[in-house]
């Protein structure tokens, strides 16, 4: 059978997507806070208790190993309640508070929403691409009161704009989040994921937005989208060969075969590589002639751009897979400004 011959490792895609659901009438923001009496309404109705813990994503359904609250407190805002508070710790309103030190009274729209969508009334309209997010994805009640909901009715500045709240440098708060972009995955994305925010709601994330062009894109993840995970879609033993299915990595021209002796692969004990191994194609399928020895192996696809390879991929830790340093097929990998 050919479960016992082969272990296959799917690209695990880990992104989480916090954002503000806006979807009742009122003059600046449909929502105006988060619940309405510490209930399950308004954005908990679906995002849950801020301060459950832990919070389970609704985008991947990974554990953040924390509540949103103590993240959001702790990590971004070094422990700052008046960035997103007023007076009092409860209601707390989603375009309104005390401000932070240097930050505008703006509290959750100065990260999930942009001052260039605002419309000139408090922070009115500046959760336009989140908005749309929930609108491209299936969750169009904003619409009711919210005509930038539709795509089609409103543009949002482009995926590359900063949010209100996001910083560089500033001393104050120096693990807010830095770029829309995420180019080295750290500088928008927090816990669990490895993705930032759909800023300007049409469903690309960060490098893989065309608005994020300019900056430099090494490849990413095969497989990380996870709309084609890698698979075995025909095998052969007579002949000794299996098709492989994947998804190309973004930004990738080519793609290597990476295998070892399934008994290894708590330590990703690669092989040294064949030449059929190496040069496997621009992405989508593959007939691989597999070794006859060991009779179990696990394998993963690695996509490059001739110069620099990806990423194989997170374990559970999760930590980046290491890269085979030692195969014929070796391409220096780098993980800088990674498409995806």
Not at 39 to 62: E, I, M, Q
Not at 227 to 234: E, N, R, Y
Request: with cysteine.
């Amino acid at each position: 059978m050919i479960e016992k011959r082969i272990q296959i490792r799917p690209i695990i895609h880990l992104s989480l997507l916090l954002v503000v659901l806006l979807t009742a009438c009122s003059l600046a923001l449909a929502y105006d806070q988060y619940s309405a009496a510490r209930d399950a309404t308004n954005c908990r109705a679906c995002h849950g208790d801020f301060r459950a813990s832990p919070y389970v994503s609704l985008k991947d359904g990974l554990s953040w190993g924390d509540d949103l609250h103590d993240v959001h407190r702790n990590i971004m805002l070094t422990s700052e309640c008046d960035t997103c508070h007023s007076s009092g710790r409860f209601p707390v309103f989603l375009g309104s508070s005390n401000g932070g030190f240097g930050l505008p009274a703006i509290s959750c729209v100065g990260c999930h929403g942009r001052a260039a969508d605002g419309t000139g009334t408090g922070a009115e309209g500046y959760g336009a691409g989140l908005r749309q997010h929930h609108y491209v994805t299936g969750t169009t009640g904003c619409i009711t009161c919210h005509a930038d909901s539709d795509p089609a009715a409103y543009t949002p500045v482009s995926e590359a704009i900063l949010p209100p709240y996001y910083r560089t440098g500033d001393p104050n708060y120096p693990d807010m989040p830095s770029d829309p972009c995420n180019p080295n995955l750290t500088e928008e994305h927090y816990r669990a994921s490895t993705l930032g925010l759909d800023n300007d709601g049409d469903n690309a994330y960060d490098m893989a937005d065309p608005d994020c062009s300019g900056v430099a894109a090494t490849p990413g993840e095969s497989s990380a989208l996870a709309l084609q995970p890698l698979i075995v879609t025909a095998f052969d033993p007579t002949g000794g060969t299996m098709s492989l299915s994947y998804e190309a990595g973004c930004s990738s021209t080519d793609h290597n075969l990476e295998w070892g002796a399934l008994g290894s692969v708590s330590t990703y004990g690669y092989n040294a590589q064949t030449a059929n191994e190496c040069g496997i194609g621009a992405g989508g399928t593959y007939v691989w002639s597999y070794p006859a020895t060991p009779g179990d192996i696990f394998f993963l696809i690695v996509g490059n751009d001739g110069s620099a390879e990806g990423s194989l991929g997170l374990n559970s830790t999760p930590a980046e897979r290491p890269e085979n340093t030692g195969g014929i097929c070796d391409i220096a990998q780098s993980l800088g400004d990674r498409c995806d």
